[in-house]
């Protein structure tokens, strides 16, 4: 998948909308895992974590982090392969465990693959107050134009800016 061309261009536009996550191993610069979501459809487009880190929480971070990005208020969906069809077991397993159901069965992909539709209902869910449920302004303000220290913009009524002690 990381050298096809075709996927290559879904995932550069993916994180051009900031619609895209990848978990990356510091000691290595391996690339763990990757997720991809509309927040347009409030589904998750594309997941996928490197068999070497299977199982080490990197899909459930991944995971957890897409679905923040997208609305609590209606259903998320996603298409994976159905029950039975081996290469889906892990995916379809962890999807479960974060609330999702067979909702369609007996579908096919676009590569002529079976595939299954898996809907999750999150209204219920807690959403707290992280940066990753804005994640597109904070991405803006990382940007040097925007920054507000970079453009010396006074800290905020009642914060204090960071002091240098040399």
Request: glycine share 10%; hydrophobic share 30%; net charge positive.
């Given at each position: ?122 209204s219920g869910e ?5 940066f990753h449920y ?13 920054c507000p220290v ?17």
């Amino acid at each position: 998948m990381g050298t096809d061309p075709e996927f290559i261009a879904y995932a550069k536009s993916k994180a051009s909308k900031y619609e895209a996550l990848t978990a990356v191993d510091y000691m290595t610069g391996a690339n763990m895992g990757f997720i991809g979501f509309s927040r347009t459809h409030n589904r998750i487009t594309w997941f996928g974590v490197s068999e070497k880190y299977r199982g080490k929480g990197v899909g459930s971070r991944l995971l957890k982090t897409a679905l923040r990005q997208l609305e609590h208020i209606k259903p998320i969906t996603v298409e994976t392969y159905p029950e039975g069809y081996e290469p889906g077991v892990p995916a379809k397993k962890l999807y479960r465990r974060f609330g999702f159901a067979e909702t369609q069965s007996k579908l096919t992909g676009p590569h002529k693959l079976p595939i299954c539709l898996m809907t999750a209902d999150l209204s219920g869910e807690k959403r707290g107050k992280s940066f990753h449920y804005d994640y597109p302004r904070y991405a803006r303000h990382s940007q040097k134009g925007f920054c507000p220290v970079c453009n010396a913009e006074p800290a905020p009524a009642g914060q204090t800016d960071i002091a240098v002690n040399d």
